[in-house]
């Protein structure tokens, strides 16, 4: 069964009034899952030791002493504390770690995390674009250090580009890292020739306003190489603003999509990895898109992983 790691906690990280990333994108989930036959259970924060795999002690240090006792402390023209973030996104961290011990230990084959703030903006000292710790590296990382993987891969299809995973993951030769965005888009990065220090990522670039059809053929190198590289784990960074409906950015996607690109994914994990996946929310700002998206991307882990 499915499992679906979320924490009322989540709530704790609030933004500014009209700020894209709300609360409600939580609540507007765990509606669209309230019937959906899942495990459920709440996380627990990542340590120091966890979050270190990816990032410096200090700049854990410096986050925590930013946080106020009240109001918003501004950390850059998007991103925010308040008295509530820092717990919100070590639970963040601690869900995406805690779904692949799940996964990994045998109790689940499947896991979704539906957290917030999101992680794949945050670079290795940097908090940026809504995010502070980068989930999905972290528990790529953990994956590989704490469970003895050799080969993890970590696929983000967020409209926006991965730049914090990228960067975390940069000179890691035992992850193969995938992404898909659209270009050009905040946050400017992504190019094809960056391919890290290992030849290890694969940026796919989408130009503004186009559909589903254009991503599926142009992720599908890419794919390939995933294939080769016979992942041992697949982690996704599952952003679901590349909705048409999405107020951020100009691509063209619908449900459909979205599942087209989680069965991909999960038939890799199926051929490599035992059908072992973990997902771990990313972006998505138009509430009622963003329901449906997550449902039907939730559902083909839920279906394929009970057989249907």
């Not at 609360?23 to 979050?51: F, H, K, N, W």
């Not at 230990?105 to 957290?115: D, E, L």
């Amino acid at each position: 069964m499915t499992l679906l790691l979320t924490h009322p906690d989540a709530d704790l990280h609030e933004n500014p009034p009209g700020h894209a990333e709300q609360v409600a994108r939580l609540a507007s989930i765990r509606r669209a899952l309230a019937d959906m036959d899942l495990a459920r259970e709440e996380p627990v924060e990542a340590t120091d030791v966890d979050l270190t795999r990816c990032h410096p002690q200090d700049y854990i240090d410096r986050l925590t002493a930013a946080s106020p006792s009240d109001g918003w402390a501004q950390l850059d023209p998007d991103t925010y504390l308040c008295p509530g973030t820092v717990r919100a996104a070590r639970l963040g961290a601690g869900a995406a770690i805690g779904a692949v011990d799940s996964v990994l230990g045998g109790a689940h084959k499947t896991a979704f995390t539906a957290m917030r703030p999101p992680g794949h903006h945050a670079e290795t000292a940097k908090p940026m674009g809504f995010c502070l710790f980068g989930n999905v590296a972290i528990a790529a990382k953990h994956a590989l250090d704490v469970h003895g993987l050799d080969r993890v891969a970590v696929v983000d299809f967020d409209v926006h580009h991965g730049n914090g995973t990228q960067d975390l993951l940069w000179d890691e030769p035992r992850t193969l890292f995938v992404t898909s965005h659209q270009s050009p888009l905040w946050p400017g990065t992504g190019e094809v020739g960056d391919t890290g220090a290992h030849d290890n990522v694969i940026n796919v670039p989408l130009p503004p306003g186009s559909d589903g059809s254009v991503f599926r053929a142009r992720i599908q190198p890419a794919l390939d190489r995933l294939d080769a590289f016979a992942p041992q784990f697949v982690i996704i960074s599952a952003g679901f603003d590349a909705h048409r409906e999405d107020p951020l950015a100009q691509l063209n996607w619908d449900e459909d999509d979205f599942i087209w690109i989680t069965e991909r994914l999960y038939d890799l994990a199926d051929a490599h990895a035992g059908g072992r996946v973990v997902s771990c929310l990313e972006g998505g700002y138009d509430l009622t898109a963003l329901a449906s998206s997550v449902a039907a991307h939730v559902d083909v882990l839920r279906r394929r992983e009970n057989g249907e």
